[in-house]
């Protein structure tokens, strides 16, 4: 197993620079060879497969519309799409299936025993798919299993629909095992957002595409800055805390930037092939700089500490320090010290801005089909399951999936938008021991 993670390690690094070493095809080739004969020894062969029920409406339901009492709630940050799925959820409830019950809870979790549920009507839901954020407000933390279970058993709840990203998701495991103790009839159901696009299993989470267009946006003023000025730098940072999904489409979308920094390959600040070194050579070469980072990429510095403050979020997420003001200050004092050169930088933090605008078509379009989806496979009796696209195909996932301890979606470095990337920008490796592999 140990030989195994070596040559995989091997493999990435050779992948994520696969521009710059010689005779690529016949390496892979060979890593390829030696990892099979780790694995799969004289002739064994694995099957790592799995299928997932198909999502839609079912030919009988396990509920009578009549008898369905309805909670919806929204968990965690902000995302475009969100009154989406409350509308839809509503809609489909109340026009397809005549459920008439419907309630949304306020601010999160908490919000099950804390505040007065609301019941929903259409003229309240009738416009929302036009605004951003969530007409139910959101929250982190406050997951309370008994009290949450408590109130729904106190409300006669029997559909649960709750949106929100990978603690979300525990969270409603943790809600699905105790009703599944106490044997109650209750179906929960999850909806993946996030605007990182780091939930696992699915191909893409709604908002993520409204995301990216906003954030060319930014990107497009930090180009303007850059090249108006002198030694221009327009850095922008993204949001991105494990996973560099928007950092990497934003940048492939813009066409204008000329190095993207993410959390899952480690760099160099510092020296001959250092991120800095490579600023002032493209200031040299061209008229400004363009650089995109995301907000997690500080961990993967690997000659400067980005100090963390310690404290944490109601999620339970360590707070980051800001990696772009660290970064602003030491490119203009390194082309100060080193170069001689008065960079001219203007940072740019559209974080908050991408994330709280209404979502755009396409998002919409996915927004509808998840919403209708969760409702159908509700009434149909399932529980304990997300719904989401699986190879362009809608599936019911098992909560148990997508919650699983370290199970995370990043960017692999054969990924071919990663390669397309690399092509765009021109980014070397910023490593200065690039025969070193990093875990």
Request: glycine letters at 10%.
């Amino acid at each position: 197993m140990v030989e195994v993670v070596f040559y995989l390690k091997k493999l990435s690094y050779i992948l994520a620079h696969m521009f710059q070493v010689i005779n690529i095809h016949i390496q892979i080739k060979i890593i390829y060879k030696k990892i099979a004969n780790c694995v799969i020894g004289k002739g064994e062969s694995i099957d790592q497969s799995k299928r997932y029920l198909r999502a839609g409406p079912r030919k009988h339901n396990y509920f009578d519309p009549k008898n369905v009492k309805v909670a919806i709630v929204t968990c965690g940050g902000l995302c475009p799409g969100l009154n989406v799925v409350i509308r839809e959820i509503y809609m489909c409830l109340y026009y397809n299936y005549g459920v008439r019950e419907i309630y949304g809870i306020k601010y999160g979790y908490k919000g099950f025993y804390q505040y007065e549920w609301e019941k929903l009507n259409i003229e309240i839901v009738r416009d929302i798919q036009r605004q951003g954020g969530t007409i139910l407000g959101t929250s982190r933390g406050g997951f309370d299993k008994e009290k949450i279970v408590e109130n729904l058993i106190k409300h006669g709840v029997n559909h649960v629909y709750c949106l929100g990203g990978d603690g979300t998701h525990k969270g409603i495991n943790a809600l699905f095992q105790e009703l599944k103790a106490r044997k109650l009839s209750i179906s929960i159901v999850g909806i993946p957002k996030t605007i990182d696009n780091d939930i696992p299993i699915i191909d893409k989470s709604f908002g993520f595409e409204t995301s990216v267009e906003q954030a060319v946006k930014a990107i497009q003023s930090a180009y303007v800055e850059a090249n108006c000025v002198e030694n221009g730098v327009g850095l922008v940072r993204l949001m991105g805390r494990a996973a560099g999904f928007i950092a990497m489409e934003a940048t492939n979308a813009s066409r204008d930037v000329n190095l993207c920094l993410v959390p899952e390959f480690k760099f160099n600040l510092y020296g001959e092939k250092g991120v800095l070194e490579h600023v002032c050579y493209v200031l040299k070469q061209k008229k400004g700089c363009v650089i995109v980072v995301a907000e997690g990429a500080g961990d993967a510095v690997l000659d400067a500490k980005v100090e963390k403050s310690g404290e944490k979020d109601a999620s339970g997420n360590v707070k980051l320090s800001d990696i772009g003001m660290f970064l602003s200050k030491e490119i203009v004092e390194y082309g100060k010290k080193k170069k001689n050169m008065e960079i001219t930088l203007k940072y740019i933090n559209p974080t908050y801005m991408i994330r709280t605008v209404p979502a755009n078509a396409l998002d919409r379009k996915m927004c509808i089909q998840l919403a209708q989806n969760a409702v159908h496979g509700a009434m149909a009796g399932f529980t304990g399951f997300t719904v989401g696209h699986i190879n362009n195909k809608l599936s019911y996932i098992p909560l148990g999936e997508i919650t699983k301890v370290g199970n995370i979606r990043q960017i692999q470095p054969q990924d071919r938008a990663w390669q397309r990337l690399l092509a765009s920008t021109g980014q070397p490796s910023f490593l200065n021991e690039e025969n070193k592999i990093y875990q």
